[in-house]
T-cell receptor
Framework: GQQLNQSPQSMFIQEGEDVSMNCTSS?????WLWYKQDPGEGPVLLIA?????ELTSNGRLTAQFGITRKDSFLNISASVPSDVGIYFC?????????FGKGTRLHILP | DSGVTQTPKHLITATGQRVTLRCSPR?????VYWYQQSLDQGLQFLIQ???????AKGNILERFSAQQFPDLHSELNLSSLELGDSALYFC??????????FGPGTRLTVL
């Protein structure tokens, strides 16, 4: 079936560092979505990308729709403690949304 | 606040029992999606309803069923519960675009 592969699976960083994560697929997506899930909460949409090559920012977050339409990247600048959580990429497919398994972000004290 | 509501927030029950989880979509959204998330796992798509009709099915067990009512709220029924059914259950809604908006989830614990 369709799969979205996210890497890394988890990250341990210091507060203030920049973060990069990515999501790849063996097939093309026409929309890429990035969600964040806080512990015990539902995922919240961070950024939606609709066009190959598109670069979109939301505060300290920047996401890019890969030119091949088979990948997407999420960057977080100057991380803060509230960035802790799981980041999911997702893409619509046949009335469903396919989710990656997530990148778990930890911030070291 | 996504505008999607789910009740109850927490549910504790025993094996073999049956429970019903409820979801109200965002105002105006016709589609409701149900997901299961086990501990430290990703989101597993269960089923989608659109305007009262089943639209898509994922890895939903035969012991599970869902429906969407005329007022567009949806219920997920889980029966003959097993320990492995313990998980977070999320519903999401949208109005036809790619983005889905998630509710806060119901945490089900089966003892």
């Amino acid at each position: 079936g369709q799969q979205l592969n996210q890497s890394p699976q988890s990250m341990f960083i210091q507060e203030g560092e920049d973060v990069s994560m990515n999501c790849t697929s063996s097939s093309i997506f026409n929309t890429w979505l990035w969600y964040k899930q806080d512990p015990g909460e539902g995922p919240v949409l961070l950024i939606a990308l609709y066009k190959a090559g598109e670069l979109t920012s939301n505060g300290r977050l920047t996401a890019q729709f890969g030119i091949t339409r088979k990948d997407s990247f999420l960057n977080i600048s100057a991380s803060v403690p509230s960035d802790v959580g799981i980041y999911f990429c997702a893409g619509p497919r046949d009335d469903k949304i396919i989710f990656g398994k997530g990148t778990r972000l930890h911030i070291l004290p | 606040d996504s505008g999607v509501t789910q009740t109850p927030k927490h549910l504790i029950t025993a094996t073999g029992q049956r429970v019903t989880l409820r979801c109200s979509p965002r105002s105006g959204d016709l589609s409701v999606y149900w997901y299961q998330q086990s501990l430290d796992q990703g989101l597993q798509f269960l089923i989608q309803y659109y305007n009262g009709e089943e639209r898509a099915k994922g890895n939903i067990l035969e012991r599970f069923s869902a429906q969407q009512f005329p007022d567009l709220h949806s219920e997920l029924n889980l029966s003959s519960l097993e320990l492995g059914d313990s998980a977070l259950y999320f519903c999401a809604s949208n109005s036809g675009g790619g983005e889905q908006f998630f509710g806060p989830g119901t945490r089900l614990t089966v003892l």
